[in-house]
């Protein structure tokens, strides 16, 4: 599969996980709109191009990870209606050029030093050595 064509998943308000292949290149207009429990999406390096409103008010919509290196064109309002507190995580080295190609959603992107580790990220544990809760940065 390489493409989700449009409306493909539009409306579907029990899809709460979704993988994508890496074959993927394109998603299409409104194909993840109003999915009302997807809570994140990590989309393939492949992907070229993601077509407008594809996420269009996804309100649960908190993380993307996107994986290419060079952005995906990007359609008009494909993270509007979604989750105030959005993040979309995208390879460090790319950082600034998605906030120039994304400009709308500039504010809501952060570099990740892997596929699956955003920069910045901590978890607080409790320690079983000292009992105290200690900040560790997520570095695989």
């Known amino acids: 599969m390489n493409s ?3 409306y493909a ?26 999915c009302e429990k997807l809570n994140q999406i990590v989309i393939p390096g492949s992907v070229t191009a993601i077509r407008r409103y594809a996420f269009y008010n996804d309100k649960a919509l908190e993380k993307v990870y996107c994986n290419a290196s060079t952005p995906p064109s990007l359609g008009s309002y494909v993270f509007d209606g979604v989750s105030a507190s959005l993040q979309i995580y995208v390879p460090m080295e790319s950082v600034q050029s998605y906030k120039t190609s994304w400009q709308t959603y500039a504010v809501k992107i952060v570099g990740k030093l892997s596929d699956d580790t955003p920069v910045g990220y901590t978890v607080s544990l409790n320690s079983s ?6 900040q560790y940065g997520w570095v695989k």
């Open 129 to 134: 050595l000292n009992g105290t809760n200690s």
């Open 9 to 34: 998943f539009d409306n579907c308000i029990s899809l709460v996980d979704v993988q994508l292949p890496n074959s993927l290149t394109e998603i299409g207009e409104f194909a993840f709109s109003i």
């Open 4 to 6: 989700i064509y449009s």
